[in-house]
């Protein structure tokens, strides 16, 4: 029997030396530096390529991955505990190379990819010597795979691209896009689509424009147009038809990833809230002696520890399992809870800060956007819920009879004829 909530010393040294570097080196960086995946920016090189080694010398690079592609092969469990420090900083997983989307494309590209692909992609994009960009969504639509049309076709030696992405993160610094196409439009989106690596430099690939959210320093989500691109056959990732397939591999990691990291920066805002409360006096009294001000405190830390431990036992169970679609509701579920917890306690902590808390002097009105961020990317909220819901039904069956097993006089008249004997 193990029900265990606590880390092993050794592993504690290395998260207490985390923490420290990301409060003291990495969060710093939010400050100077625009996008993190701008990593051509001459500034980059400078501030963050000598942290990067600093990492690497230490055996904490590329934790999500095995050793056979250069991590440490830790499991979800040990990267929760790391990705809920590192999500405190923006620039805190591209300095521990574990950033998103390039985490999930790398874990595609490993799991699928030809021993060239990974030559030319997998090896510098582990390496951070690259970016990468994942092109699923159309302006059409996003939620439902059924409603894309982005096109390849095959033409001799070569497939060609034509159709239009929308909000493909981190376009504009990428050295590659992995992008879903419909390769057979006479089959359902799921059996019909496939997935095409291609290079950013390809004539017909475009950037229409950028697209900014939130108080992201650039606009970094690109409105894509594929105007008769061509790439080689050998630039299908995985087998003809199977996209989605190769999809659900990424998103699968990527949404609890996003749910660490997210553990970071609500317990971010928590700890300004808690700092502001017992700081800031209003009527001869300190905010956090008002009750109204405690409950918030009280429901935030609730709410967190109830998330982080929602998001602890389903990084368990990835490691126990390992295969994502028996973990599939609890990943749902995660992904689900979570721009609710990061939105209610941003909000909390701004209203607590007040004026100053709705400027753009604070971090609060980012995160709350980027809340709503999180209940869209990788997936709306609406669409978990819904699968966790059916995933929940599955274990249940329907009953004849007029009135159920748990209906009080049915089931008392079920237990007179059990105890009739020692009753009479
Ligand atoms: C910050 C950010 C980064 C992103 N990065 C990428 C990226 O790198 N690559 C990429 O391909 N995409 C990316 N996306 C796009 C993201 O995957 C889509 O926004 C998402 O899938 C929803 O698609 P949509 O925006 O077209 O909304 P729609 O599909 O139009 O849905 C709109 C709304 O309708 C409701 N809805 C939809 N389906 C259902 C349902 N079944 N039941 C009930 N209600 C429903 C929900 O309220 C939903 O928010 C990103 C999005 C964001 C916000």
């Not at 990705?83 to 490993?110: K, Q, T």
């Not at 692909?117 to 690259?130: A, H, M, S, T, Y």
């Not at 699923?136 to 159709?163: H, K, L, N, Y």
């Not at 989106?189 to 320093?217: C, H, K, Q, W």
Request: with cysteine; net charge negative.
């Amino acid at each position: 029997m193990s029900w265990d909530f606590e880390t092993e010393p050794a592993f504690q040294a290395e998260l207490d030396w985390i923490d420290q570097f990301i409060k003291e080196e990495v969060e710093p960086l939010d400050h100077v530096l625009g996008s993190p995946w701008d990593i051509h920016d001459a500034r980059f090189k400078t501030l963050v390529r000598p942290l990067q080694r600093v990492v690497k010398e230490r055996a904490l690079w590329a934790c999500h991955l095995g050793p056979d592609l250069g991590g440490r092969g830790y499991g979800q469990v040990k990267l929760a505990l790391m990705n809920e420090i590192l999500g405190r900083s923006a620039f805190g997983p591209i300095v521990f190379g574990c950033h998103a989307p390039d985490s999930g494309n790398g874990e595609i590209l490993a799991h699928y990819g030809t021993p060239e692909q990974k030559k030319r992609w997998l090896e510098p994009l582990l390496n951070n010597d690259i970016v990468s960009c994942f092109a699923m969504t159309e302006p059409q639509g996003g939620a439902d795979p059924q409603v894309f049309t982005t096109r390849a076709e095959r033409d001799g030696d070569e497939w060609v691209i034509t159709g239009h992405k929308w909000f493909a993160s981190n376009a504009r610094y990428a050295a590659f896009f992995i992008v879903m196409a419909v390769t057979d439009p006479d089959v359902s989106a799921y059996e019909g689509m496939s997935m095409f690596i291609v290079p950013a430099a390809t004539p017909g690939l475009d950037i229409i424009r950028n697209v900014g959210v939130g108080d992201d320093p650039q606009a970094t989500h690109a409105y894509l147009e594929f105007d008769r691109v061509r790439v080689s056959a050998d630039a299908l990732l995985g087998a003809p038809g199977k996209a989605f397939e190769v999809a659900q591999v990424r998103l699968g990691g990527g949404r609890v990833h996003h749910a660490m990291r997210t553990i970071g920066q609500a317990q971010k805002a928590l700890d300004a809230l808690c700092e502001r409360a017992l700081s800031r006096h209003t009527q001869g009294e300190r905010l956090a002696d008002k009750q109204m001000v405690q409950e918030k405190v009280a429901d935030s830390w609730i709410e967190l520890e109830q998330f982080r431990l929602l998001v602890m036992r389903t990084a368990w169970r990835i490691d126990k399992y390992g295969d994502y679609r028996k973990v599939r509701k609890d990943i749902a579920a995660v992904k689900a809870t979570m721009p609710k917890v990061l939105h209610d306690i941003a909000a909390r902590a701004l209203q607590v800060h007040g004026s100053i808390g709705v400027s753009q002097e604070m971090p609060f009105a980012g995160l709350v956007n980027r809340a709503f961020q999180m209940a869209l990317a990788d997936g709306p909220t609406e669409v978990h819920k819904v699968t966790v819901a059916r995933q929940v039904l599955r274990d249940y069956a329907p009953t004849e009879a007029m009135f159920p097993a748990y209906h009080r006089p049915t089931a008392a008249a079920a237990a007179q004829d059990k105890f009739r004997a020692a009753l009479a």
